[in-house]
């Protein structure tokens, strides 16, 4: 029987690295952030609608998403990143579903269900345990700040459109603290695997 783990955190809090060390041990990843992109990719009907919805400006010349104009909208806007959920969301799910009932058939030991809004788009009902990988405030402000290249403002912003990561951490089953090296979040990782008898 199949194990899937909810895996979750806030923008720039660690979840992708934890996300990549799990598929380096040879687990399959259902990677929300993937599926969305795909959902939306030239030639979709989440495109065509996403279009319709904001207006054509979102388009780049040759007709894919320019992610960075549609950010701008939507995360300064509550209602604006309601109606791309709304378009998106359904999309998402099924694909979502489709994978892990493929996995699942395939007798996998444990399935990564990554998503970054797993809590909010109630995605841990489709998880047998949920992990969050959790940094504090100034540290994830600070990451988001560098890794994005954006300013204060545009960066708390995003993560303002996301739940707050103590209460991800409340919900949790499993927390990954993310505040001091690599080392030590790969440590807590290998510790889940071995509590629950998994391969590494």
Known sequence: ?????????????GKSTVSHWLAEYGYPIVDADVIARQVVAPGTIGLRQLATLFSPEILTADGALDRQTLGRIVFADRRQLAQL?????????????????ALKHAKKELIVLDVPLLFEGHYQQNADLTMVVYVDGSTQL???????????????????????????????????????????????????????????
Request: hydrophobic share 45%; proline share 2%; glycine share 6%.
């Open 1 to 13: 029987m199949s194990l899937v783990l909810g895996l979750t955190g806030g923008i720039a809090s």
């Open 85 to 101: 959920t709304a378009i998106t969301g359904p999309l998402i799910r099924q694909e979502i579903n489709r994978q892990l009932v």
């Open 142 to 200: 600070q990451r988001l700040m560098i890794r994005n290249h954006l300013d204060e403002v545009a960066a708390k912003q995003r993560i303002a459109s996301q739940w707050p990561l103590i209460a991800k951490r409340q919900m949790a089953d499993i927390v990954i603290d993310n505040n001091d090296s690599l080392a030590a979040t790969k440590q807590q990782v290998v510790k889940f695997l071995t509590q629950y008898g998994l391969q590494k």
